[in-house]
């Protein structure tokens, strides 16, 4: 294990933070625009300088050493409730690296796809961004359940944000909103699952709760349950089955915005949440199972419906539910290094794939891959990028290859031969549907032929970079002899798989040797079904409607008749009082004399009786 | 004669003054059952300063007797007015304020 500079890790926090106040705040500086973008990508350049120095400077210790850093926080009378801090482990350090090294490559390519944004509304948006990067740091470097809580909900609130940037697009709006209420679904049970954990154990922190777990002194009645609960959480995040609606729809917002939240850093958080809380999972094997179980399930439906998507944004976006589904396989399978890993590579060729497809958008001023063609020959190095982040995730270069192969030995390995086979089938889809969207987009026949603007440097230079890295990812990995568990015939069987589904979509979408309506026909269940996306979105819009009316129906019932009821009865009964003792006043002066003469006569009976 | 004739004299008087205040429907008539029950105070005035040899009740006699002259004064006076609005001072008629 690794231990980090806890000083470093608070200002790698700090900066993104005090770019997003400044930006937020100072008004005019917000609606200037540029500047604030500016700002922002300094404070970011700042942080990865942090979190490289401080991975660079990590020290190896011993396992006991405690890697956290605590403030006493929630005072109560028998001491304080919660605490805050950071946790600088080696993954933390990782992870810092690679969320402020996306988030600022992201906010670089960002300063040109939004050239056209009017000022105020790329201060906005980089305020969004500065925010989200405090808050996925603050995410990754927490010490215990509630401070993670409470920045999964800051980058739950920010992914909201971004993915409605243009709220003036109905779309946009509505799949901001879904995105919220589904992974607040999720969070319920992850809220949930922590105060039980905290209500059984009396503390929130990791850990006294890792060192309690390992050495079997944690005994908590329900701890099942309560872990249930908690990976709840991380299944709306990480858009597990059946969660998963949201992420296809959060494509409506900026690419970029995509590429860094919704495929690299902020989707991984439910992954980055179970690989850290694993020393807890651990004593849940059951849970475990149902967790591969699940992801495997999640990383198959997810390709299934990738391979009919005609939307370049909407393929990526399946294909991030698919790895994410990979990583929670590796999980359950009990290999969290595996997961991480994976997340790593996955988030450095994703981000890298979604960069590049918001430069094959940028050209064909479309996102369906139908109507693209012939983008490899026009722009040789946007496609020899993408080309690259394609062979990564579908398993054939040594990152992804690496890491995929460290997740299917560690399911293996674990006895999940389920998992494994629907994982094994899914890299064959990985393959097919990842070439056929490059072999629509790049090659095949050029649809518009008017004269294209060169890509702008600073995008083009950034998917550049992030090839080199993918690259250099790999080689590291080689160097490094990060030699994946299992049996030997393990890598080449999926690279075979791999070359299979890049064969089988050049057959079908290149040589046209073979017809893809033949193709679909031969899967006419599956292709029926993934094409409406297998009525998920119609059941959860169903159970949505039919929830909210029934409940609308009882309340609008209980306001007419009981709250509107009383109202009405009480002045009813007013108005009918008051007619009674109008009559009363008959207005003849008699009548009045009449009473005043009664009245002393009773005084005058009523003194007597006394 | 005893005190008590007087007294039986006055609350007579007195009832028949009310008797017409509640019953006579022209606004004269019920003026007229007004000073009928105050001369009938007058009486008891007068009989307890007879009988305890106090002219305090004399006095306030003659406080009545003046106030109601002003009294029937104003009065009518407004039944003249009411007369002239109205054009007619049956009690029945004027019921402006009925609610």
Not at chain 1, 40 to 54: C, E, H, N
């Amino acid at each position: 294990m690794r231990i980090g500079s806890p000083e470093l890790a608070l200002l790698v926090l700090a900066l993104p933070f005090a770019s997003f106040l400044a930006i937020g705040l100072i008004r005019p500086l917000r609606r200037s625009g540029r500047p604030a973008a500016a700002i922002s990508i300094v404070a970011m350049a700042g942080a990865l300088l942090g979190a490289a120095t401080m991975s660079w400077q990590g020290l190896p210790v011993a396992r006991a050493l405690n890697p956290s850093v605590l403030w006493s926080w929630l005072p109560a009378d028998g001491g304080p409730m919660a605490s805050v801090g950071v946790w600088v482990d080696g993954m933390a350090m990782q992870m810092c690296v690679l969320v402020t090294l996306i988030s600022l490559l992201v906010q670089v390519y960002s300063w040109s796809y939004l050239a056209d944004e009017p000022p105020p509304s790329l201060g906005r948006y980089y305020a969004y961004q500065s925010l989200f990067a405090f808050s996925m740091l603050g995410l990754v470097l927490s010490p215990g359940f509630l401070q993670m809580f409470v920045f999964w909900e800051l980058v739950g609130l920010c992914s909201y944000l971004l993915i409605g940037y243009w709220y003036e697009r109905p779309e946009a709006a509505r799949a901001a909103v879904k995105a919220f209420w589904i992974t607040k679904l999720g969070d319920l049970g992850f809220v949930a699952g922590i105060v039980m954990l905290w209500s059984a154990t009396g503390t929130f922190d990791f850990w006294p709760l890792f060192q309690a777990a390992e050495s079997g002194a944690l005994h908590v009645d329900g701890l099942t349950t309560i872990m249930f609960l908690i990976y709840l959480g991380a299944v709306g995040k990480s858009a597990q089955f059946p969660l998963h609606i949201w992420l296809p729809d959060a494509m409506e917002g900026p690419t970029p915005v995509s590429a860094l939240i919704h495929a690299a850093t902020m989707v991984t958080a439910g992954v980055y949440m179970v690989a850290r809380a694993y020393p807890l999972f651990a004593l849940v094997p059951s849970l475990l199972v149902l967790i591969a179980w699940v992801g495997a399930f999640t990383a198959l439906l997810a390709a299934t419906m990738a391979c009919v998507e005609r939307d370049i944004k909407r393929v990526l976006a399946y294909s991030t539910i698919s790895q994410l589904g990979y990583m929670m396989a590796a999980n359950g399978a009990g290999a969290p290094e595996a997961a991480f890993q994976h997340l790593t590579t996955h988030g450095v060729f994703k981000a890298l794939l979604f960069l590049g497809a918001g430069i094959v958008i940028h050209h064909f001023h479309t996102n369906d891959v139908f109507r693209m063609g012939g983008l490899f020959v026009q722009r040789p190095w946007v496609g020899i990028s993408f080309l690259v982040g394609t062979l990564a995730l579908a398993g054939v270069l040594p990152p992804g290859f690496l890491s995929k192969e460290a997740i299917l030995g560690g399911v293996l390995h674990g006895h999940l031969t389920g998992p494994f086979v629907l994982l094994i089938v899914t890299s064959f889809l990985t393959a097919f549907y990842m070439f056929r969207a490059v072999f629509l987009a790049f090659f095949g026949h050029a649809h518009v032929h008017h004269e294209h603007p060169e890509p702008p440097l600073a995008m083009d230079a950034v998917c550049r970079a992030l090839a080199a890295l993918t690259l250099a990812q790999g080689i590291w990995a080689v160097v490094a002899g990060h030699h994946a568990e299992g049996p030997a015939w393990l890598p080449w069987a999926s690279l075979a798989l791999a070359f299979g589904g890049i064969a089988l979509a050049w057959a079908t979408y290149q040589a046209g040797v073979l017809d893809p309506a033949r193709l679909s026909a031969a899967f006419a269940p599956i292709d029926f079904l993934a094409r409406r996306r297998y009525f998920l979105d119609t059941i959860f819009a169903g159970a949505y409607r039919f929830a909210l009316l029934s409940f609308s129906r009882v309340v609008g019932w209980v306001d007419r008749y009981v709250v509107d009821g009383v109202l009405n009865a009480l002045s009813a009964g007013a108005l009918r009082a008051g007619d009674a003792l109008r009559r009363l006043q008959t207005g003849q002066p008699q009548d009045y004399v009449y009473g005043v003469a009664l009245g002393v006569l009773l005084l005058l009976v009523w003194a007597q009786v006394r | 004669m005893p005190l008590h004739a007087y007294l039986i004299l006055a609350a007579l008087v007195f009832a028949i003054g009310l008797f017409g205040v509640l019953t006579r429907k022209n606004a004269v008539g019920i003026l007229l059952g007004i000073e009928l029950m105050l001369n009938a105070v007058n009486v008891n005035l007068v009989a307890f300063s007879r009988f305890r040899d106090d002219l305090a009740g004399l006095i306030f006699t003659l406080f009545t007797i003046a106030i109601t002259v002003a009294e029937v004064a104003v009065g009518l006076a407004i039944v003249i007015v009411i007369f002239r609005v109205r054009r007619t001072i049956e009690a029945d008629h004027l019921d402006l304020l009925r609610g």
